[in-house]
Nanobody, 123 residues
Framework: VQLQACGGGSVQAGGSLRLSCAASGLFLRMLRMGWFRQAPGKERELVAAISRDGGNAYYPDSVKGRLTISRDNAKNTVYLQINSLSPEDTAVYYC?????????????????WGQGTLVTVSS
């Protein structure tokens, strides 16, 4: 079972990136999925979550309107579109999955983790 995140890179402020997270060894449709980020010297934070069927998404107020999470269960892949990037978005971004049907959509508890992908935004 593996989650593989990619799509990070170095971008100028104001630009956009789309991160991808591909699952192998399992069916992604079984998992609630989320994206977290951890900036240097800060705690890891949940920035987006999406329900198993993609019908519901959660964003904290700090990123609402700039980030969009989506999923393609047929491709076993989850995406995170980040627009209007600023240096404050510089962080390692992680995808995560949770099979527990009892957890709320905005729960920050996830049990499966991918490796991070680094996003660096320069001003």
């Amino acid at each position: 079972v593996q989650l593989q995140a990619c799509g990070g890179g170095s971008v100028q402020a104001g630009g956009s990136l789309r991160l991808s997270c591909a699952a192998s060894g399992l069916f992604l449709r079984m998992l609630r999925m989320g994206w977290f980020r951890q900036a240097p010297g800060k705690e890891r934070e949940l920035v987006a979550a999406i329900s198993r069927d993609g019908g519901n998404a959660y964003y904290p107020d700090s990123v609402k309107g700039r980030l969009t999470i989506s999923r393609d269960n047929a491709k076993n892949t989850v995406y995170l579109q980040i627009n209007s990037l600023s240096p404050e978005d510089t962080a390692v971004y992680y995808c995560a999955g949770d099979p527990d049907l009892r957890r709320a959509e905005n729960s920050a508890v996830f049990v499966l983790w991918g490796q991070g992908t680094l996003v660096t935004v320069s001003s």
